[in-house]
């Protein structure tokens, strides 16, 4: 059966536009929902899209969308390129339409987004320093004046930092300045303190100094805290987290009774966040009995056929897909997958307290990789996270069951094995993959020199002696000219920071997470098979 054409982002706009009830319909949308929406139809095309969401939900996706990092596990920093783009495409709908907009986010928000736009002078202060003769800032103020990129506002001069935004942002204050006057007085005053902070003034320009980064700590702590309390984990946390676990020995994980405080820190976020949510429900609630006005979860029922529609169309442009559940009974060859996982989740299946604890802490485990964990030199998707917090439980769970473990005062249950599974995994893959692999170069290069190989077994040697061997991940493709295509494949797998095993010797496909120690047992006889070949 042929698969039918997916729209194209226009039509689907268009689409979505011409159904009823559309604007409630989008405004009850998930945000993680309306930023595959957007994603999916391109930030350039999505106005009409974006002028429907609510500002809850556009703040929801400023957090995810606008903050943005190089590689898994390092801070993410907020985007000044990308604000610009979503500042263009809500100018679509006129600057007093973004001056409103722009009045109901966190003003520190708004503060840090503009200060990496434009700076904002006091024009008397800079007055009285051009008429001081040992000031050399006069010709700087006749620059800035001049300037065709630049605009006063009563006593503040406001100057482009970025031309490329300057015409929206001058619109946007403008809109401010006739509508919000008060708004903008703060604003202003606040860009002018955050300018003042700057470096001896250095070839005619100056160097923001630590106004604006203290500015952009707070921003970013304030969404790291909302973000945590929504069950994400912090970058840098993860990072440090995944790295602290895979320096200590399987042992020490079974034996520590330490306090575990990333651990404990994320579920008390957690429980905060939901404890803020039900009192936001039940004031909800209470204001709804006191004005007679039906509460948020009291949605009429042609509100929720819109819905329903809306999330139809969606699906149908496979803007949203049904992802396949994990499956913990049956592997892809027939045998039990997640044996030992699957019988703790058994145990706690008649206490729904229990249960929901354990789901809890797979889904805290999976954050922590999507967050943390670079796989196939990118960043993890939640559904292979996923897949991968359950692999390394169920390895841990397997190699505790060989070695009872003591009474701790842990309170997780699944957060201990999967622990001891990552500590195996840096052992017993990536520890006798790099072992193995640094003996094949080493060989190799006796026969003769190879740049290729010369560089890969230099970064080789670094990157095991800094514990982090995953790092020569993209420079394994070297090894195409000297090793059949499978035997490449299976050692890029095991060189991930996540490794999976191919199980079949002739497959390129197929790879999955190592989950038991039946699998440790045959990546070690295949890094034995490297070797052996030198021999």
């Keep these: 059966m042929k698969k039918p054409m997916l729209p194209a982002p226009r039509q689907l706009v268009d689409l979505l536009l011409e159904s009823p009830g559309v604007a409630a319909a989008v ?65 679509e ?142 970058p840098r946390t993860a990072a440090g987290f995944l790295e602290a676990i895979g320096r200590q020995t399987p042992e020490h994980h079974r034996d520590d009774t330490a306090k575990d405080y990333v651990t404990e ?35 009429a029922e042609d509100s929720l056929a819109d819905e329903h529609r809306l999330l139809g169309l969606l699906r149908d442009a496979e803007v949203l897909r049904d992802e396949q559940p994990l499956r913990l009974t049956t592997g892809a060859n027939g045998t039990t997958a997640f044996a030992h996982v699957r019988k703790v989740l058994e145990m706690a299946s008649d206490d729904p307290q229990s249960y929901a604890a354990r789901a809890g802490e797979l889904a805290y485990l999976a954050n922590v990789l999507v967050a943390g964990c670079s796989f196939e030199g990118r960043r993890m998707r939640p559904v292979e996270a996923a897949e991968a917090a359950l692999a390394v439980c169920n390895l841990g769970l397997e190699w505790l ?50 740049r290729e190989l010369s560089i890969l077994s230099a970064s080789l040697r670094k990157a095991l002696h800094e514990g982090k061997p995953w790092r020569v991940y993209g420079r394994l493709d070297a090894l195409g000219n000297h090793l059949p295509p499978e035997t490449v494949v299976r050692l890029k797998g095991l060189f991930d920071e996540c490794p999976t095993w191919r199980p079949a010797d002739d497959s390129l496909t197929g790879r999955e997470f190592v989950a038991s120690l039946a699998r440790l047992q045959d990546i070690g006889a295949f890094c034995d098979s490297l070797v052996d070949e030198n021999a």
């Design 265 to 299: 820190g994320y579920f008390e976020q957690l429980s905060n966040g939901a404890d803020a949510v039900r009192e936001h429900e039940s004031k909800r609630g209470t204001r709804a009995l006191e004005t007679g006005q039906p509460a948020g979860n009291e949605i």
């Design 93 to 234: 709908l006129g600057a007093a339409h973004v001056a409103s907009r722009l009045t109901a986010f966190e003003e520190e928000f708004v503060v840090m987004a503009l200060s990496s736009l434009v700076y904002v002078f006091d024009l008397r202060r800079l007055h009285l320093r051009a008429l001081d003769d040992d000031d050399p800032i006069d010709e700087y103020l006749d620059k800035l004046l001049e300037s065709a990129l630049s605009h006063e506002f009563a006593d503040h001069l406001v100057y482009a930092r970025d031309e490329a935004a300057w015409d929206n942002v001058l619109d946007v204050l403008l809109a401010l300045d006739a509508e919000h006057e008060d708004f903008l007085e703060r604003l202003m005053n606040r860009l002018i303190g955050i300018t003042n902070e700057m470096a001896e003034e250095s070839g005619g320009m100056y160097d923001l100094l630590t106004a604006a980064d203290e500015l952009h700590q707070d921003v970013a702590f304030e969404r790291e805290q909302r973000r945590e309390r929504k069950g994400f984990v912090a």
């Design 401 to 450: 069951a060989e070695r009872p473990s003591p009474e701790s005062g842990t309170s997780t249950i699944l957060v201990r094995p999967f622990k001891i599974g990552w500590s195996l995994l840096r052992r017993e893959v990536h520890g006798r993959a790099g072992e193995s692999l640094q003996a094949w170069l080493a060989h190799r290069l006796q026969g003769g020199p190879d």
């Design 27 to 91: 405004q009850r949308l998930e945000a993680p929902v309306l930023r595959r929406l957007i994603d999916s139809v391109g930030l350039e095309d999505a106005g009409d899209i974006v002028a429907l969401a609510s500002t809850e939900q556009l703040a929801e996706v400023f957090d995810e969308d606008l903050w943005q990092s190089e590689r898994a596990g390092e801070e993410e920093t907020f985007s000044a390129d990308r604000f610009t783009t979503w500042l263009a495409v809500m100018m």
